[in-house]
């Protein structure tokens, strides 16, 4: 088993730049649409990272933010000011 | 004059804005100020090794929440204004949302409650906090509930009495018991209850593919509150792994007693999920995800990648979790069957599924529904053509702990019925399976207590000891309930249909 | 999918929920306040007794000794449910950034006369505390309080006092240039400097007060009462009087947020002062009980803060809640 960690988003244009941002530093990520939410699994670990949000942004991002388009997740979270992580500890 | 102020980080910042706010009382002892968190054996050395899950400070929150509640009132205000009841798939599946009204909206409240006696029951500063954070969302979630039905209402049946039946309706005594058991354990056994147990394991098989389908069967107003709440959950989710490992790294003496409240709140948040399998296959007229498949992903692969985490702690997976697999192919064509049987006595509307709906089930589910289900939907629908629509005479025995009718069958015989006796203090208990026979077994004095509407009715206790007398003690109208075809929602969604010039729907 | 609604016939079944209706009474429309503030708290059939509490159930109206026909009529005046809520702080916390944001820059705290900072660092952080306990009494009222309203307006009470707590923080941490050593300096003085004892002392008291509503009244009538005004307005003047306009800025939240506190905390205490004369009279006791031990705890911060002309102050500040506390109906 893959043992995946996952994220899921609001399917709105608020998180669309955070879905781009996960694809690009995740290069393992798979992205699973469903009505009205993106699922986005990922072996063991998925970053997401505010420089990466912001240059899709084109402006600034707290990564608190995530929490208006954010659905479900899975994994233990490390969070700072640059990088919102999910991981299983395995 | 200002120097240059030091650089502080979340987690600093964090920790200034919420630890160091409380003391050790003197004047009061610390045990008589908390007295609730010691006397279920959980030990804690160091409430200030609680690591906090999300970092939330007071303004954020107020600026955070904002903004999601101005999003979900205009919508919902938008929803009421063009009658987009209209867009719904189906008015059968006005159905699932009233199960949501009657069972789930009353636990928000009850857990906004139970989460405040958190908030103020534990002695360690930040794990008091992050429970305040989650209490008042809860309070949210109600309410939001609320506001959203509100519209729904106003034109379909069996939301008006929620009130009413929520506290003695025998079906809502699912849920009900469910969150009563929880709140009245100690506090560290109800945060892993509903954090851990209900939040992170089991959560997502609620929010995810049902909100998703409430999407895709038009119904924006669900859809909207579902998701704006499920992103507060993501936030009580993390609360609950934060409180496994808390007290696994505590005092190891806390193994066994963590170990015994997963397998337990395991096993009550599955049987109470079976009804919510029964929505999404059942009340979803245009289906995303089975309870099948949804069972693989978010238990065979998330739930199983968690407990491969959890095994450095000398956790493993609760137990029966095998059962409730095997039990994947059964459990929401089990329940259907019961409810479809004893709708009259609920406020619920039940039909037995279309020809597209029963070919999408044998898809899904393979040879035992074809061989099982499929014929008695069949001799069903024959029965209703006859104008003899079934309904069972008698209210159904329930089991003694998740208060379900005992309709389960053996683990690994789908065709044989399970049901297990308990005799505590010269009474016989009966329960559904070795699950639920394990949770009575270890705390029997609790549920001795349980208040099972079929005794009680039959006791005379609930307005009569007839259906009828029952029902109006209930508030439930003779057309609120039963079959679906024919009935008050049915009629007045075919009108609106035939009046926008839709084909009209029949029974199967 | 759309639908011409033009051409629909759309008939309302009915305008709301039972448990609502029979409130208001039948024909009432009623706001989003109401719908979700009437029955919602279940009062009968309980499975199980708390492990925790065997002598109750979950929820219980024997928890307070005051009687009510209907506990739902202790209503917020100011129609608070989580939205309405939420939104109103959310304004508040922005114009508070704001403010925090131009004295940072200016360094404007750090402008006042030394004496000044001294005397705020040694009046408000150690506050901080007695902001916590009073989340943490709110907290109660919410977990252990009876009815629907009650418990859920005593929970944005709870939520606010942290907030409160929150921004004393950030003022303690505005004059250290974000050096810590200044919140553990206050909470030892909160421990053991003699100034903060009686406080300290009572609010540790208030902490194992059984019943909910005696809890509401010492905390958010007479506690609030008596140190809100003190602190926050007395003090504030003071402050400002001798050339710290800028402090006003950072305490602007805590004077708006304590008269809109005193609206809710009035009518639910009027409105069981009024629904007989066993609760007025049980009102009236309490209060007889803790006032003159809320006096008690306040003098010593009166002092420091204006020496000689302490006892008016608290004088002033007991007069206010006298009168307020006659047009309740406590006497």
């Known amino acids: 088993m893959a043992d995946n960690v996952f994220i899921a988003l609001q399917n709105n244009p608020d998180a669309q730049p955070i879905i781009q941002a996960i694809v690009e530093d995740n290069p393992a990520a798979v992205v699973n649409d469903s009505p009205g939410m993106v699922k986005i699994d990922c072996p063991k670990r998925l970053v997401i990272r505010r420089e990466t949000v912001e240059e899709k942004i084109g402006g600034e991002f707290n990564l608190q933010d995530i929490h208006l388009t954010l659905i479900s997740l899975a994994g233990n979270i490390e969070e700072d000011d640059d990088e919102f992580v999910l991981q299983w500890n395995i | 004059m200002a120097a240059k102020p030091r650089r502080l980080n979340l987690t600093q910042k964090y920790q200034l804005m919420t630890r160091g706010l409380d003391w050790e009382t003197t004047y009061q002892s610390m045990d008589d100020v908390f007295p609730y968190d010691k006397y279920e054996g ?18 954020a929150y107020w600026k955070y929440q904002a903004e999601k509640e101005r999003k979900l009132y205009a919508i919902l205000d938008g929803f009421a204004q ?8 189906d008015a059968r599946y006005m159905n699932a949302v009233k199960i949501w ?28 906090v992050a429970c305040q954070f989650q209490s008042i969302d809860e309070m949210r979630h109600y309410q939001t509930q609320m506001h959203a039905f509100s519209h729904y209402n106003k034109y379909f049946n069996g939301f008006r009495q929620f009130a009413r039946i ?28 509903i954090s851990f147990s209900f939040e992170y394991v089991l959560t997502n098989l609620l929010f995810m593919p049902f909100v998703s389908g409430a999407a895709y069967n038009g119904d924006m107003a669900t859809t909207t509150f579902g998701f704006s709440a499920q992103s507060d959950e993501s936030r009580h989710m ?62 065979e692969e998330s739930g199983m990648a968690l407990f491969n985490d959890l095994a450095r702690y000398g956790l493993r997976p609760p137990k029966y979790h095998e059962v409730a697999t095997k039990e994947k192919y059964r459990i929401t064509h089990e329940f259907w069957c019961t409810i479809y049987q004893f709708s009259h006595a609920t406020a619920l509307y039940t039909w037995i599924p279309t020809e597209e709906e029963l070919d999408w089930f044998s898809a899904e589910y393979g040879e035992l529904f074809d061989t099982v289900y499929r014929p008695r939907y069949e001799y069903w629908a024959e029965l209703d053509r006859k104008g003899e629509r079934f309904f069972q005479k008698r209210l159904p025995v329930v089991c003694n702990v998740c208060q379900i009718p005992i309709f389960h069958t053996m683990p690994d ?15 016989k208990h009966q329960m559904c399976s070795q699950g639920c026979k394990d949770i009575f077994d270890h705390e029997p004095e609790k549920y001795c207590q349980a208040y099972i509407p079929p005794q009680q009715i039959y006791q005379g206790n609930c307005g009569g000891a007839t259906l009828e007398a029952y029902k109006e003690w209930l508030h439930i109208k003779d057309e609120e309930t039963g079959e679906y075809y024919g009935s008050e929602d049915h009629i007045m969604w075919e009108g609106w249909k035939a009046q926008s010039g839709k084909p009209a729907d029949a029974p199967a | 999918m759309s639908i011409d609604i033009k051409t629909t016939k759309i008939e309302q079944r009915r305008i709301t929920f039972d448990n609502v209706a029979e409130k208001l009474g039948e024909g009432k429309i009623p706001s989003r306040y109401q719908e979700v503030m009437y029955g919602v708290q279940q009062q009968d059939v309980f499975h199980y007794r708390p492990t925790w509490d065997p002598e109750h159930e979950v929820f219980d109206a024997d928890r307070t000794d005051i009687k009510m026909q209907d506990f739902d009529d202790l209503t917020d005046p100011r129609h608070y449910y989580y939205g309405t809520y939420v939104i109103q702080r959310s304004k508040q916390q922005e114009a508070m950034e704001k403010n925090f944001s131009v004295v940072e820059k200016r360094g404007l705290l750090h402008a006042m006369d030394g004496d000044l900072i001294e005397k705020i660092r040694k009046v408000i952080i150690p506050f901080r505390h007695a902001e916590w306990g009073a989340n943490n009494n709110n907290l109660f009222i919410a977990a252990y309080g009876f009815g629907t309203p009650m418990p859920i307006a005593a929970d944005f009470q709870g939520m606010d006092r942290l907030g409160n707590a929150q921004y004393i923080t950030r003022i303690g941490l505005i004059l250290s240039n974000n050096d810590p050593e200044i919140l553990d300096r206050a909470k030892s003085e909160w421990l053991d400097d003699p100034m903060w004892q009686p406080l300290r002392k009572l609010v540790e008291d208030s902490f194992v007060i059984k019943d909910w509503f005696e809890l509401h009244l010492l905390q958010n009538f007479l506690l609030d009462g008596v140190l809100q005004p003190l602190v926050f307005q007395y003090f504030d003047d003071e402050i400002v009087k001798h050339g710290g306009a800028s402090f006003a800025m950072v305490t ?22 009024g629904e007989s004369a066993e609760n007025q009279a049980l009102l009236a006791g309490w209060k007889d009980k803790w006032l003159p031990e809320v006096k008690n705890a306040a003098m010593p911060l009166a002092e420091y803060i204006f020496a000689g002309r302490s006892a008016d102050v608290i004088g002033e500040i007991s007069n206010r809640l006298e009168a307020r506390s006659g047009k309740i109906g406590l006497g």
């Open chain 2, 42 to 59: 959980i030990k804690i050395k160091d409430w200030d090794k609680w690591q906090d899950p999300f970092r939330l400070t007071m303004d």
């Open chain 2, 82 to 89: 063009n009658n987009s009841q209209l867009n719904i798939s």
């Open chain 2, 101 to 128: 009204m009657q069972g789930v909206t009353p636990l928000e409240y009850a857990a906004f409650r139970g989460f405040a006696m958190l908030g103020r029951g534990f002695r360690g500063a930040g794990a008091r």
């Open chain 2, 166 to 193: 929520r506290d003695r309706a025998w079906y809502l005594s699912i849920p009900k018991s469910y969150f009563e058991d929880a709140v009245t354990a100690g506090p560290f056994e109800l945060i892993t209850a």
């Open chain 2, 238 to 299: 993390t609360l609950g792994l934060e409180v496994i490992k808390f007290m696994l790294e505590q005092d190891e003496g806390n193994l066994p007693i963590v170990q015994q409240w997963l397998d337990k709140w395991f096993w009550r948040g599955y049987r109470l999920l079976g009804l919510v399998g029964t929505m999404m296959d059942y009340m979803l007229p245009k289906k995303v995800m089975s309870w099948r498949q949804a069972w693989e992903i978010y238990w």
């Open chain 2, 413 to 427: 015989d789908p065709l044989m019925n399970c049901c297990l006796v308990s005799e505590y203090k010269g009474t």
């Open chain 3, 252 to 273: 602007e939240f805590f004077v708006e947020w304590f008269a809109e506190a005193v609206r809710w905390t009035d009518h639910t205490i009027k409105t069981a002062a």
